[in-house]
């Protein structure tokens, strides 16, 4: 089995070193193709994949195709792999809105996969939701679950609005988890504490608290009951969140990410 992961950025790179890993790939059976020459150059510096700047001298060789280019890139990838692509190849696609049928019209293709990754791919604690075209057969689509799971774990999920949803909580997320960290690091900061201390604080808090949350089937809920003692220093936090909405803020955002998924979907 060949593969070809085309654009060698944050997610293309993270998927074809992951799946670099897979007992289902043999050494130099995975392909990339960048438009980048700087990219290439280095690439082929120090990376252990075969590195294609012309369509035309992988896109044919392949039997999967991972497409991980920005969404305003697709046009003008389609445009070139159309004419070179053939039907029995699968299109897995990492990028946000597109879908399966705009996918399928470009390349006149049937087998796509559309599937929504997340950053934490690039420490093997990725969530990639996908789902495929019915011309995937249950062989494919479990080779490509396992290839995916070596980025972390995926599920499958029943049709696209959940891609666009997932797009929402997991794809995005990690960056809300970042903004909330910035914001903790900035108050310590303003506490006093140093960079490299306050740094820590951070991150050895919102570890326990996942490994705690991961732990039990325990709510988020009852977990900040069992942190808050009545009239105590979190019940503060807790209602100074409440009082400025936050709950309600944070799911606002997860909402104008799903909702953007579906607007970028509208024209592609
Ligand atoms: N970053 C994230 O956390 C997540 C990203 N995604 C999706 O993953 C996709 C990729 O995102 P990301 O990795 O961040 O993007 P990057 O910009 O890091 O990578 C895209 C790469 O594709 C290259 N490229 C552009 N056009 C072509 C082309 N026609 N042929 C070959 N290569 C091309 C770009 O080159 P150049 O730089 O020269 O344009 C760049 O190297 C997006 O569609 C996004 O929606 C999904 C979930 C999470
Ligand atoms: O921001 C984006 O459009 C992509 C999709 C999910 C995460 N990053």
């Known amino acids: 089995m ?54 035309k001298d992988c896109v044919p060789q392949a039997d999967l195709i991972f497409l991980a280019v920005k969404p305003f890139h697709a046009d003008e ?40 990754p997340n950053l934490p791919a690039k420490v093997g604690k990725g969530l990639t939701s996908y789902t495929a075209s019915e011309e995937v057969s249950r062989i494919e689509l479990l080779t490509i679950e396992n290839l995916l799971n070596t980025t972390g774990k995926s599920i499958q999920v029943k049709n696209e609005n959940f891609i666009d949803a997932s797009t929402g909580i997991s ?3 990690p960056a809300y988890v970042f903004y909330f960290m ?15 201390v306050s740094k820590v604080l951070v991150s050895q808090t919102f570890t326990g608290a996942v490994d705690l949350f991961n732990q039990d089937d325990i709510s ?16 503060a936090a807790l209602d100074s969140m409440d009082d400025n909405n936050v709950n309600e803020l944070i799911k606002e955002a997860a909402f104008a990410a799903f909702n953007r998924a579906i607007e970028l979907g509208k024209d592609k």
Do not use: C
């Open 220 to 235: 988020p809920n009852r977990w900040m009951e069992l942190v808050a003692s009545k009239g105590g220093t979190t019940r």
């Open 77 to 116: 990838l389609f445009g070139k792999m159309a004419p070179i692509v053939t039907k029995g190849q699968i299109v897995i696609s990492l990028m946000a809105g597109v879908t399966i049928k705009h996918i399928q019209d470009a390349l006149d293709l049937a087998k796509v996969v559309r599937t929504m």
């Open 182 to 196: 910035q914001s903790m690091m900035e108050a310590a900061l303003q506490m006093g504490f140093s960079e490299n």
């Open 2 to 55: 060949k593969l070809l992961v085309i654009g060698a950025g944050n997610m293309g790179l993270t998927y074809a070193e992951a799946m670099s890993k897979s007992k289902l790939l043999k050494k130099r059976n995975i392909m990339i193709l960048d438009s980048s020459d700087e990219k290439i150059e280095s690439l082929n510096k120090i990376s252990h994949f075969d590195v294609f700047k012309d369509p």
């Open 171 to 173: 794809g995005s997320g």
